[in-house]
């Protein structure tokens, strides 16, 4: 069936070093892909999405890069800050359906 | 803003009570999700729905059931509570081919 994964699970970085989140999707007609943040006992918040027309989009620090043939879309985060730290969730949406299928998220840990 | 609310925060219920969460936005998105959230397995859909009286189970629907009468209101039903229902339950609406937006999250505790 549609799955996601993402990678890794846990991701510690200092701060002002660059963050990468990978995910990897199974349905090759997804085409669409937004990232969501989530703070401790907050609601996951959209931060960037693509579509896949788009092989990159950028947002200050935040890029995200799709690679339809291989079916992976990676969030990047630059000049990290503590503000960073939170749970990262990758999603994908198939052609033709409403639902999103979510990878398992990220714990970022940005160590001042 | 988008705004979807949830009725409630934090939720304590006993073994085999009817348990209803209700979910309202306020941004006229056609489509709507309930989804639970558990450490280790991100976010599971359990059903969601595209208009009005539709709905479609997700991936998880064993133990719930939702309604849909209205646009803006979208409700989980778990018929009769168990333990394994405890957890994190996220509702959420999209329009369209949109992004989802969140709700705040309601707590469930079943004892």
């Known amino acids: 069936g549609e799955n996601v994964e993402q990678h890794p699970s846990t991701l510690s970085v200092q701060e002002g070093d660059s963050a990468v989140i990978k995910c990897t999707y199974s349905?090759?007609?997804?085409?669409?892909f937004p990232w969501y943040k989530q703070e401790l006992g907050k609601r996951p918040q959209l931060i960037i999405d693509i579509r896949s027309n788009v092989g990159e989009k950028k947002d200050q620090r935040i890029a995200v890069t799709l690679n339809k043939t291989a079916k992976h879309f990676s969030l990047h985060i630059t000049e990290t800050q503590p503000e960073d730290s939170a749970v990262y969730f990758c999603?994908?949406?198939?052609?033709?359906?409403?639902?999103?299928?979510f990878g398992t998220g990220t714990r970022l840990k940005v160590l001042a | 803003d988008v705004k979807v609310t949830q009725s409630s925060r934090y939720l304590v219920k006993r073994t085999g009570e009817k348990v209803f969460l209700e979910c309202v936005q306020d941004m006229d998105h056609e489509n709507m999700f309930w989804y639970r959230q558990d450490p280790g397995l991100g976010l599971r859909l359990i059903y969601f729905s595209y208009d009005v009286k539709m709905k479609e189970k997700g991936d998880i629907p064993e133990g719930y059931s939702v309604s849909r009468e209205k646009k803006e209101r979208f409700s989980l039903i778990l018929e009769s509570a168990s333990t394994n229902q405890t957890s994190m339950y996220l509702c959420?609406?999209?329009?369209?081919?949109?992004?989802?937006?969140f709700g705040p999250g309601t707590r469930l505790t079943v004892l």
């Open positions: 349905d090759s007609a997804s085409n669409y």
């Open positions: 999603a994908a949406r198939p052609t033709g359906t409403y639902k999103y299928i």
């Open positions: 959420a609406s999209s329009p369209g081919q949109g992004a989802g937006f």
